[in-house]
């Protein structure tokens, strides 16, 4: 009974109009990949149509999009198709079907390589783990972490708050208690030192809190992209800590796919995995290393162009003096 409401619905759906696209791990966020067939849009009834798309999945999850048309067709806007391809991991050789239900409103249907339809949505430890690489970071994260801990080189150094605070007050209070006791002993030259130590802590205190502010205020915004800026080391070409104050300001904190781009224009998706010591590049991201290429050495910078998009820069120079160092 089941196999055959099955084959009723596909054969209710194939009297609407329909296309399909295979999702293939090139650029999917080309305008060609976003297109509609030509023959498809011509077939949509003006009373059909509408500039604003849903898609919806299977298992209920829409998505709002944006039709537009430049002079040879119409096609998806980048936004709301890059949510799309995110949301659903898309990128190995699905078949995709967009069945048109009617008002800009299609059915979904999403096919892995293997034939086998997708009937629930992907979560991310499935999501990460068939591209091999993820599956490496998920079981070993926390190795890993505790392995840049021991890093001298590593990108934050792990500093609690709560310890930062009790140390401050445990300084206060100690040199109130001295304070206090030189006041008792009168105006001695040991009160007068005792004064000049509290007013020389409270100077060391506020300058670090100045310093503090001043590093917080110095964050890299430039024309409103903002950015951080990383030096390679060997343990970064596999995986990449993110700094926390640039976590904490401009990324969502949970696990989430990225494009990473190169300024020619090339792309990789690569996982932001979110963990409760730090935020990392793991999946995808030591493919990202080995095709960019990214060697030890280089400075990295990061700008976050969109919500879930960097560009990576290599400055030229700081390559070549890298390389001229090594070769000294």
């Known amino acids: 009974m089941g196999w055959n409401t099955g ?16 999702f293939q791990s090139a650029d999917l966020s080309s305008e060609y ?8 849009m011509s077939k949509i009834s003006k009373k059909d149509f509408s500039y604003k798309m849903v898609i919806r999945a299977q298992w209920g999850k829409s998505w709002n999009v944006v039709v537009s048309k430049n002079t040879r067709y119409y ?37 892995e390589q293997n034939c086998m339809e997708i009937l629930i949505p992907r979560n991310l430890l ?3 783990s068939s591209s091999g690489e993820g599956q490496r970071s998920y079981k070993d994260v926390k190795k890993e972490n505790e392995e840049m801990d021991e890093s001298p080189g590593r990108v934050e150094i792990k500093i609690s708050k709560k310890k930062t605070e009790e140390t401050k007050t445990s300084k206060k209070k100690m040199l109130n208690k001295k304070v206090k ?6 105006e001695s030259s040991r009160g007068v030192e005792l004064k000049a130590m509290k007013k020389k802590g409270e100077a060391s205190i506020s300058s670090k809190t100045k310093k503090k502010r001043k590093s917080k205020s110095n964050k890299k915004v430039i024309d409103g992209v903002p950015e951080f800026e990383i030096t390679i080391k ?10 926390k104050q640039f976590v904490d300001d401009h990324l969502p904190q949970k696990s989430k796919m990225f494009t990473i ?31 960019f290429p990214i060697s030890v050495g280089d400075k990295c910078n990061f700008k976050l162009i969109d919500t879930f998009e960097f ?3 290599i400055p030229k120079k700081t390559r070549e003096e890298t390389t001229h160092c090594m070769i000294i």
């Not at 084959?7 to 295979?22: A, H, P, T, V, Y």
């Not at 799309?84 to 190995?92: K, T």
């Not at 006791?181 to 009168?186: A, I, K, L, Q």
């Not at 781009?261 to 690569?270: A, F, I, Y």
């Open 7 to 22: 084959f009723d619905l596909i054969k209710q759906e194939r009297k609407n109009l329909g296309f399909f696209k295979i």
């Open 33 to 40: 990949m976003r297109a509609f067939p030509y023959n498809f």
């Open 75 to 111: 096609y998806i806007e980048k936004r709301g198709w890059d949510q799309f391809v995110s949301d659903n991991s898309l990128g190995r050789n699905e078949f995709i079907t967009f069945i048109h239900k009617g008002k800009m409103i299609f059915n979904v249907y999403i096919y």
């Open 126 to 128: 499935s999501m990460d």
């Open 181 to 186: 006791n030189g006041t008792e002993r009168g």
């Open 234 to 243: 060997k343990s970064y070409l596999k995986f990449l800590a993110i700094p």
């Open 261 to 291: 781009r190169h300024p020619n224009g090339k792309s990789w998706k690569v996982l932001c995995l979110v963990r409760e010591v730090r935020t990392i590049f793991s999946g995808g991201y030591s493919k990202l290393a080995r095709e």
């Open 311 to 313: 560009v990576l820069d």
